[in-house]
């Protein structure tokens, strides 16, 4: 089992940023890939940015440029800087891990972005 606890979140005002925390414990020899979701209401979970076990990333054409994934394997955790921040980016920020082929969650965090 893996556990992942996300931190972080909060609100804050259109053009500011947020930097959220992923840590994971628990049996985390061999996790892959990392990534970050988010739902926001009434909407489906969308990937955000996603960070190979090799570094490589990928992000939503939304957030291409603003926001920045990265990951500390001796810590075991990831990590997602989030600038230039828009309403729209309103959501449940989710955490994820790949480990032997299982997909792990945390528990959320909420970003809200308004004046």
């Known amino acids: 089992q893996v556990q992942l606890v996300e931190s972080g979140g909060g609100l804050v005002q259109p053009g500011g940023s947020l930097r959220l925390s992923c840590a994971a414990s628990?049996?985390?020899?061999?996790?892959?890939?990392m990534g970050w979701y988010r739902q926001a209401p009434g909407k489906q979970r969308e990937l955000v940015a996603l960070?190979?076990?090799?570094?490589?990333?990928h992000y939503a054409d939304s957030v291409k440029g603003r926001f920045t994934i990265s990951r500390d394997n001796v810590k075991s955790t990831a990590y997602l800087q989030m600038n230039s921040l828009k309403p729209e980016d309103t959501a449940v920020y989710y955490c994820n891990a790949l480990r032997l082929g299982r997909a792990y969650w945390g528990q959320g965090t909420q970003v809200t972005v308004s004046s």
């Open positions: 960070i190979t076990g090799g570094g490589s990333t």
């Open positions: 628990g049996n985390i020899f061999s996790i892959n890939d």
